[in-house]
């Protein structure tokens, strides 16, 4: 991946299976750390903890103020299942090795919205938004 191109942090809660998408601009670690903060400062109880690669571009995440930060280790993607299925989800949308450029922040929208409304056998055919406000509810 070419750190200057954008890309996309994904975050995909753990038992909602609720997925947020971001597209920012690079995969640098300093951009990273910003919109990852930026969506825990929006959403302050919705994480307590938070599994990340071992790659360079997550090496600041561990600043992050709020939920504890874990990384995977190195080749191992069933430690971060969840994310991997949901990364597959969106590679119905986008293409491996298409261009993050074309992709506006409301096409990203769109797909994480569309992501969040599919019923999910995992979750007894609700969908993970459905699923996600009878959890909080309930809390």
Do not use: M
């Not at 597209?23 to 930026?38: G, M, N, R, S, V």
């Amino acid at each position: 991946r070419v750190a200057s191109e954008p890309a996309l942090l994904t975050l995909t809660e753990r038992v909602s299976r609720f997925e947020i998408i971001i597209k920012i601009p690079d995969y640098h670690a300093q951009t990273c750390l910003e919109a990852l903060q930026k969506v825990i400062n929006q959403h302050p109880d919705w994480f307590k903890s938070i599994t990340f690669d071992n790659g360079s571009e997550f090496s600041k995440l561990a600043q992050v103020k709020g939920p504890k930060i874990y990384f995977a280790h190195p080749f191992s993607p069933w430690e971060r299942g969840s994310n991997e299925n949901a990364n597959g989800l969106i590679r119905e949308y986008i293409p491996k090795g298409k261009s993050l450029k074309q992709f506006t922040e409301t096409q990203i929208a769109q797909i994480q919205n569309a992501i969040n409304d599919k019923p999910r056998k995992i979750l007894h055919y609700l969908s993970a938004k459905a699923f996600s406000k009878a959890f909080r509810s309930a809390s």
